[in-house]
């Protein structure tokens, strides 16, 4: 069986009641897919203790994008923030993330996954940046997935020194950009490596080197990998 990445998977809002459904776009299987490993979507109405086998054999975690993290979390109250929330999803993927830290287990987080990774362990969010940022190509409004293909990409510059760089072989990466939230506060456990031109936090890395554990706010799943293609590998 070919080494697979456990993906949590996000809560459609069908509007028909019991009808709902869980969901995981087909740009972010493809991606895992694309560098030889299974992507195995995990529903989030269950607990860690549920699929502890299914954890422990994973090469990896993808966090993939979706709905603002409620920011109780973070000790705040709703301010600005216009999304619903995934009550399930958030309690499932912090829980995890935590998880993860501890075990050293590979972990790559997208958009709202970079989010989730730094309030998981500790850190806080800008609940709407789009007074803070107006020149660049930010979301304004509840952002819609599909624009974020035909956007104009959000130019990136790494710090020379990180592991993010190091492992792209590069100091500045380019990918489409969709976010109306951002990272304010870092966790002592993370470093901020890569920022937009306006100083908004774009990548994190872990500062453990045993940790194989990145967060990046670019979309690079909607190009196929791009100048993160390196990233998914799980491995350095």
Not at 63 to 69: A, E, I, K, Q
Not at 135 to 151: D, F, G, M, Q, W
Request: proline content about 5%; hydrophobic content about 40%.
């Amino acid at each position: 069986m070919k080494p697979y990445i456990l993906m949590p998977l996000a809560e459609l809002n069908t509007n028909e009641g019991l009808a709902r459904a869980y969901a995981m776009r087909r740009s972010y299987a493809d991606l895992v897919a694309t560098h030889g490993f299974v992507p195995l979507g995990i529903p989030t109405n269950i607990s860690l203790s549920d699929i502890k086998d299914l954890y422990n054999n994973a090469a990896g975690i993808l966090l993939m994008g979706g709905n603002d993290v409620d920011p109780r979390y973070y000790k705040e109250e709703k301010n600005g923030s216009i999304e619903p929330y995934d009550a399930a999803r958030d309690s499932f993927e912090i829980d995890l993330v935590k998880q993860a830290a501890k075990d050293k287990k590979p972990l790559v987080g997208i958009c709202r996954g970079a989010q989730v990774l730094c309030v998981a362990l500790g850190g806080s969010l800008y609940q709407d940046i789009a007074d803070k940022v107006n020149e660049e190509i930010h979301a304004s409004v509840l952002p819609r997935y599909e624009e974020t293909i035909n956007k104009e990409d959000i130019k990136v510059s790494l710090q020379q020194d990180s592991r993010l760089a190091h492992l792209l072989g590069k100091n500045t990466v380019n990918g489409p950009c969709n976010h109306h939230q951002a990272i304010h506060t870092l966790p002592d456990s993370l470093a901020a490596v890569g920022h937009s031109q306006a100083g908004i936090i774009e990548a994190v890395e872990a500062i453990d080197p045993l940790w194989f554990c990145f967060g990046i706010q670019s979309h690079p799943e909607t190009r196929g990998g791009g100048d993160f293609d390196k990233l998914f590998n799980w491995k350095e």
